[in-house]
């Protein structure tokens, strides 16, 4: 009991008149174990309407594991801000209130006080997930019982399918006042193997390499999968990252997270394969923004750790590597039963969306275990009929639904669709929502 109570109890400090910009917004820790601080970042709605609380409340993840949804999600996605600290016009606060995660603890401005208590599974970022949103209605209790959705992109859309299983579970026993109606993968990690096993054909179709290219890619994608069904998931992970490699080098350096773009020529040439791919998950960008990383670290650790007050111990991003690394044997695993478990047993809205130019998490390699899912709208999902995505006279991708199942396929973007395409991210916003 005791325990519990410390687990809810929130550290606030004097955030009234602290801020960063001019947007309204709200943030804080919540001690969600012991020594485990995880930080959020809320932005409320800029539409006009009489109560913040009319409109949903939209939770957004970044990838990694050990990405931050306050640095990367905010300033270089869709927060009110860019980079460059201009206003976005396409920032999502002008339809939704949105809260930023730095999740997994150890990500971002969330720290914990000793390696010991970082995540080594999916289902135990989902429980700390939990006890954060616990906090956070705590101290914004007006909050309670609007519309939440969880958008997870790259290795948060992994993560959020499990969240979606702990929030359901703490709603059903009243141990939340949430009010979760969706969650939403956004070119997710949810299959690491299909995903792997794809980029292979994709680039060969593509022409960014010949035959003998994609039979090297494909020998070395193949033996991740051997090493994943007979257990061994720390290696499978190791191979993954090798397979990585082997892609860089046969494409003169195609870019994971945008096939059209280049890759800068720089990259550091005494890290290894793990290192360099593990790097890319968390930065969870093309890496021809790599200069804006150093500009975002910077501007994480001055100007905005001063605004928000943040503890001077805490370094934005500078427990991540550790994040990854206790998560790397769970890297590798599918989250593809969770998924049906949602679908068959709740009333959750699953929305998949995918930019159709990236190769870390391709369009291919989801639709595979897209197709093996079994849930009862399996069938339907196969028999519905695949439309266009029109907006503004533009043709912007593709969707399939049925049931609580949808796919969106978006074009001319790459693994970040809400920056690549804010016109196709409003067809999935607006389906999900009604907003957008
Ligand atoms: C946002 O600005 C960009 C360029 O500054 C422009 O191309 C785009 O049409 C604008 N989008 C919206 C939704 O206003
Ligand atoms: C897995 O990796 C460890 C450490 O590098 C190595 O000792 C072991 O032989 C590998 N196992 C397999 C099955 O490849
Ligand atoms: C790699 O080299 C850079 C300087 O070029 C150095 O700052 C960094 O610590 C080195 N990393 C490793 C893992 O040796
Ligand atoms: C979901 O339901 C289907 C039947 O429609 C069943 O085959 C599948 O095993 C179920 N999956 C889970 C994880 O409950």
Known sequence: MLFYTLSITILLWACANAQFGDFKQNFGYVNVREGAHMFYWLFYTTASVTEYTERPLIVWLQGGPGGSSTGVGNFEI????????????????????????????????????????????????????????????????????????????????????????????????????????????????????????????????????????YEDIQASAREAERLFNEGFFWNSTMQWAATQQVVLRRTTRVDFYNILTKMEVNLPDNLSAYEIARDSMIRDMPYTSRRQALNLNTLMNTRVKQALRIPERVIWGSQSNQVFDTLRTDFMKPVTESIEKLLNETDIILTKY???????????????????????????????????????????????????????????????????????????????????
């Open 78 to 213: 869709l927060g009110p801000l860019d980079l460059s600290l201009q206003e976005r016009n396409y920032t999502w606060i002008k339809n939704f209130n949105v809260l930023f995660v730095d999740n997994p603890v150890g990500t971002g401005f969330s720290y914990v006080e000793d390696n010991k208590y970082l995540t080594k599974s999916n289902d135990e970022i989902a429980l700390d997930f939990v006890e954060l949103m616990k906090g956070f209605y705590e101290s914004n209790p007006e909050f309670e019982g609007v519309e939440l959705y969880i958008y997870g992109q790259s290795y948060g859309g992994k993560m959020a399918v499990d969240m979606g299983i702990r929030m359901r579970e703490a709603e059903d026993t009243g141990s939340i006042k949430s009010n979760l109606r969706g969650i939403a993968m956004g070119n997710s990690w949810i299959h690491p193997v299909d995903a792997t096993l794809t980029w292979g054909p994709l680039l060969l179709a593509a022409g960014l390499v010949d035959q003998e290219g």
């Open 354 to 436: 995918n930019g159709n130019l990236d190769l870390i998490c391709d369009t291919p390699g989801q639709i595979l275990w897209v197709d093996r899912l079994k849930w009862p709208g399996a069938e339907g999902y196969r028999n519905a009929p695949r439309r266009p995505i029109w907006e503004n006279d533009q043709l912007e991708g593709y969707y399939k639904s049925f049931g609580n199942f949808r796919f969106f396929w978006i074009n001319v973007a790459g693994h970040s669709v809400p920056r690549d395409n804010p016109a196709g991210t409003n067809a999935f916003l607006r389906d999900m929502t009604s907003f957008g």
